[in-house]
C-alpha cells in the first residue's frame, strides 16, 4: 500500500516552460515533505521541503505547493534547465522530518533544449 | 566537504553467504539511516540511528537484516545467508539532527545475489 503516490513516470517540457510534478500522499500523520532529485548512478539529493503548517516554500527557480486538505503537493520548476533532467522522488515524513522517510517511486523529468 | 560515503560500491555473492555493508556518514551528523531500492521504486526505509542507538528497526525484512553503529559513527548493514530477493541497491542517509532535517544520501551500495 503506498503511502506518497507519483502517479505520472515521466513527464517532459521544453527548455524555458514550466515543470509541475505532482505527489499525493495517504498518511495524514505526515508533517514534512520533502523533494529529492536523483541522477544516474548517484544517490537522491534533497532538493526543497516543506513543513505542513505551511502551504508555500519557494527556493529560487523551485517552488513546493501543499494543499493538506487534498493531501497533494506538487513541485514548480520555472524556467526549466536541461540540468534539471533527472528522476524525482517525493517524500514524507511524521514526527518532524530526520524521522523515516516514505518515498514515492520517482517521476523522470526530461528537459529539451 | 565530504559527504555521506558508502564501501563496497558493489557486491556481487553467492546465496547464503554473510555480506557487511558500510557507512561513513558526514561528520557530526547525529541520525544515520537505511534505506534499500529495488529497481524502478523510490527507496524503502530499514533502520535508524541516533547517535549509537537504534531508533527504529521497523523495516528490516527479517531476522537475516541487522545493523550497528557502536561508536555513532560509521554503520554496517549485515545481511546473514543472503537470498536472491536481498539483491538491491542499499543506500545510506544520515542528518544533522531530529526534527525537520533533510536527509542526505550516499551513492550507494548494489548487491547482487547469485
Known amino acids: 500500500d503506498q503511502q506518497v503516490k507519483q502517479n505520472s513516470p515521466s513527464l517532459s517540457v521544453q527548455e524555458g516552460r514550466i515543470s509541475i510534478l505532482n505527489c499525493d500522499y495517504t498518511n495524514s500523520m505526515f508533517d514534512y515533505f520533502l523533494w529529492y532529485k536523483k541522477y544516474p548512478a548517484e544517490g537522491p539529493t534533497f532538493l526543497i521541503s516543506i513543513s505542513s503548517i505551511k502551504d508555500k516554500n519557494e527556493d529560487g527557480r523551485f517552488t513546493v505547493f501543499l494543499n493538506k486538505s487534498a493531501k497533494h503537493l506538487s513541485l514548480h520548476i520555472v524556467p526549466s534547465q536541461p540540468g534539471d533532467s533527472a528522476v524525482y522522488f517525493c517524500?514524507?515524513?511524521?514526527?518532524?522530518?530526520?524521522?523515516?522517510?516514505?518515498f514515492g517511486k520517482g517521476m523522470k523529468l526530461t528537459v529539451n533544449p | 566537504g565530504a559527504g555521506v560515503s558508502q564501501s563496497p560500491r558493489y557486491k556481487v555473492t553467492k546465496r547464503g553467504q554473510d555480506v557487511a555493508l558500510r557507512c561513513d556518514p558526514i561528520?557530526?551528523?547525529?541520525?544515520l539511516y537505511w534505506y534499500r531500492q529495488a529497481l524502478g521504486q523510490g527507496p524503502e526505509f530499514l533502520t535508524y540511528f541516533n547517535y549509537e542507538a537504534q531508533q527504529d528497526k521497523s523495516g528490516l525484512p527479517n531476522d537475516r537484516f541487522s545493523a550497528e553503529r557502536p561508536e555513532g559513527s560509521i554503520s554496517t548493514l549485515t545481511i546473514q545467508r543472503t537470498e536472491q530477493r536481498d539483491s538491491a541497491m542499499y543506500r545510506c542517509a544520515s542528518s544533522f539532527q531530529r526534527g525537520g532535517h533533510e536527509q542526505f544520501f550516499g551513492p550507494g551500495t548494489r548487491l547482487t545475489v547469485l
Open positions: 517524500a514524507a515524513s511524521a514526527q518532524g522530518g530526520s524521522e523515516k522517510l516514505v
Open positions: 561528520s557530526g551528523h547525529v541520525s
